[in-house]
């Protein structure tokens, strides 16, 4: 009796081929799913134990309220103590977070997709009666939603520890790693990222087509894709803005917290001027008359923002990923005999 059919003589289910290949695709890279899923649960406990030690030193320093004019030398050394003590594991927590799009990317390029074509593996599957793009989407699915999930997990603990203490002190308490600095690693930029990043590594993969090469595209592609991003990010929204006649006095009325990323001068009528560094003149006054000047201007976002901005560039990102995952549909139907 063969091993496909029963006692009776009828032939027995066998399982879906796509479930055969997700199962495959899961056995081939269990080792780095188990590594991936200890690194996920120890850097979230990590982020519990900070969100814990933080909050118990506010309160016992007395940080969550604004010093009083007989007190703000107390304050000050409490909150420069506080930077001191954990101003390191907010930005290596930030830096992390930034880095798992190239991460993503970089995995999904190389031992995903690349390796399978250059050892010719994928022949194997291929002559089984599965399609190519069928054999593409469990070749990407499974690790797609992993890197998906544990990206939302890791970026949602992460916002959660962050946000306990970035509003206090004008967000100064968390200086290097206020809401702007942090943006790649707050929300929902970390997912949008890391799909961007997976999907680009796969069709980095499927040109490429040899493992190493594959990898290092993907990284340097990542890296050279990201400065664009950063570039148009202030004018994702429209920012609000101050004006001034003294640079001095031109400051966000949202407060300290705020994000000035551009500073000029204005002319009398208000229009805008190329920079004129007139405030850095012994007398600016007569700077900016000599250039036609009236006053300066600063454009910024308020914490209010935030949301806005990062849906803004989520759907850009996505936007992105969608392109490029057209492009590894055309790529793979090339690649058919």
């Not at 029963?6 to 290949?21: D, E, K, Q, S, V």
């Not at 134990?49 to 320093?61: E, N, Q």
């Not at 203490?165 to 990222?193: C, I, K, M, N, Q």
């Amino acid at each position: 009796m063969s091993a496909g059919t029963t006692t009776a003589g009828i032939p027995a289910a066998r399982p879906p081929r796509a479930l055969g290949l997700a199962w495959l695709v899961l056995r081939q890279h269990r080792t780095t799913a188990w590594t991936a899923l200890a690194v996920l649960a120890a850097l979230c406990a990590e982020l519990l134990w900070l969100r814990g030690a933080m909050t118990a030193y506010v309160a016992s320093h007395g940080l969550a309220v604004p010093c009083r004019e007989d007190d703000c030398a107390a304050y000050a050394a409490a909150a420069d103590a506080f930077r001191l003590r954990y101003g390191d594991y907010l930005a290596c927590n930030v830096l992390l977070l930034q880095f798992l799009p190239l991460f993503a990317g970089v995995f999904v390029a190389g031992p995903v997709i690349a390796r399978e074509l250059e050892s010719g593996a994928y022949k194997v599957a291929w002559t089984q009666s599965v399609s190519p793009l069928r054999w593409f989407a469990a070749k990407l699915g499974l690790p797609l939603a992993a890197l998906l999930v544990g990206a939302a997990v890791l970026s949602a603990v992460f916002t959660w520890t962050w946000r306990s203490v970035a509003h206090l002190d004008g967000g100064r308490l968390v200086d290097g790693s206020r809401w702007y600095e942090a943006f790649d690693a707050l929300g929902p930029a970390p997912v949008a990222g890391v799909l961007f990043g997976a999907v680009l590594g796969a069709l980095t993969g499927l040109l490429v087509r040899r493992t190493l090469p594959a990898m290092a595209v993907t990284a340097f592609a990542c890296v050279l894709l990201y400065w664009p991003l950063a570039t148009v990010r202030p004018y994702l929204t429209d920012p609000l803005t101050e004006t001034r006649t003294s640079y001095l006095e031109v400051r966000p009325s949202a407060g300290r917290d705020a994000w000035g990323f551009e500073r000029g001068t204005l002319s009398a009528s208000g229009r805008r001027l190329p920079d004129t560094e007139c405030h850095l003149a012994h007398v600016p006054t007569e700077c900016l008359a000599r250039h036609g000047g009236a006053g300066y201007y600063l454009d910024y976002h308020p914490p209010a923002h935030f949301a806005r901005l990062a849906r803004a560039q989520a759907g850009i990102v996505t936007a992105a990923a969608a392109v490029l995952a057209g492009a590894a549909v055309w790529r793979v139907r090339r690649l058919c005999p």
